[in-house]
């Protein structure tokens, strides 16, 4: 079964940084989308980021500037790198992938982001 892993949350100081990853167990082919989503206690879970197969990208208000998400299609691997962390970014951080083909659409476990003030 197909699965998406995730690593590199942890926790941080407010104004830390931290880089999450999240790579593909086998091949998914047809990903026309990879993008992270993320959940607070007691919140929605919310769009942060996405990038498109032609390296287009979107970022939630709340992170521009601040985020940065990238891919390395050599190693289908998609990564989130945040700087000047807040404890408002402290969720637990999901990517996914969209494809054409069904399923069409796979999700991470989940990595925790805590932000400490």
């Known amino acids: 079964q197909v699965q998406l892993v995730e690593s590199g949350g942890g926790l941080v100081q407010s104004g830390g940084s931290l880089r999450l990853s999240c790579t593909v167990s086998?091949?998914?082919?047809?990903?026309?989308?990879w993008g992270w989503y993320r959940q607070a206690p007691g919140k929605q879970r919310e769009l942060v980021a996405f990038i498109t197969d032609a390296l287009n990208t979107h970022y939630e208000d709340a992170v521009k500037g601040r985020f940065t998400i990238s891919r390395d299609s050599a190693k289908d691997t998609v990564f989130l790198d945040m700087k000047n962390l807040k404890p408002e970014d402290t969720a637990v951080y999901y990517c996914?992938?969209?494809?054409?083909?069904?399923?069409?659409?796979?999700w991470g476990q989940g990595t925790q982001v805590t932000v400490s003030s």
């Open positions: 086998e091949p998914i082919f047809s990903i026309y989308v």
């Open positions: 996914y992938v969209d494809r054409s083909q069904l399923p069409n659409r796979y």
